[in-house]
């Protein structure tokens, strides 16, 4: 297979809804597509941390608590406001209330290649309520999409916090992807060396 040399482009973005088990471990449900994908941005969490020694930085290290991003899409489907947001259709429309029970889930998606688009799983997400803006029609029609703001956190019960396919990941793998969240086996691969 031919490696990627530049990514570019955002597509078949998709969500599981996660249920966490009594035993610790995680469960999800048949991943969901979500159509209008316009861009994504994620940005990592966690502070360094520098321990001082003779008259330097004499030990470094940066903890790793995740991602926070921002997801915009056309328009937030009403699959998912019933299944992640917590609201309730009601008399035909939507009705948030104080009280409802968001959801986590996966957050997946794939990035295109020159050679292969790269796909992405985030185990453990926290979406938060959109915002909500609109603005009056001038001389042009300016569509913006909605913004979606999450959490990517580890998993408490390994640590995993993304898994993404590679130059060897194995076609039935790539070619399931969107079927069920990949869960990550440690596996040796050959790279060929």
Do not use: C
């Not at 997801?71 to 939507?94: C, H, P, S, W």
């Not at 909605?146 to 590679?166: M, V």
Request: aromatic residues 10%; glycine residues 8%; negative net charge.
């Amino acid at each position: 297979m031919t490696k990627n040399r530049v990514l570019y482009g955002l597509t078949n973005v998709h969500y599981a809804v996660l249920e966490r088990l009594a035993d610790g471990t995680y469960k999800y449900g048949t991943p969901v597509r979500v159509e209008g994908a316009v861009s994504l941005q994620l940005d990592p969490t966690g502070d360094p941390m520098n321990f001082y020694a003779d008259n330097g930085i004499f030990f470094s290290r940066n903890s790793n608590t995740g991602y926070e991003g921002t997801l915009t899409i056309a328009m937030i489907t009403d699959q998912f406001r019933t299944d992640v947001l917590g609201e309730k259709m009601v008399n035909g429309g939507f009705l948030e209330s104080s009280d409802a029970k968001q959801k986590d889930i996966a957050l997946m998606f794939e990035i295109d290649g020159d050679a292969q688009a790269t796909r992405f799983v985030y185990y453990d997400v926290t979406v938060a309520r959109p915002s909500q803006t609109a603005n009056t029609v001038a001389e042009s029609i300016e569509i913006e999409g909605q913004e979606l703001s999450f959490t990517a956190k580890p998993r408490t019960s390994d640590k995993a916090i993304r898994w993404n396919t590679g130059d060897t990941t194995d076609p039935a793998i790539y070619d399931a992807f969107y079927d069920a969240v990949v869960e990550p086996v440690t596996k040796e691969v050959s790279t060929g060396e």
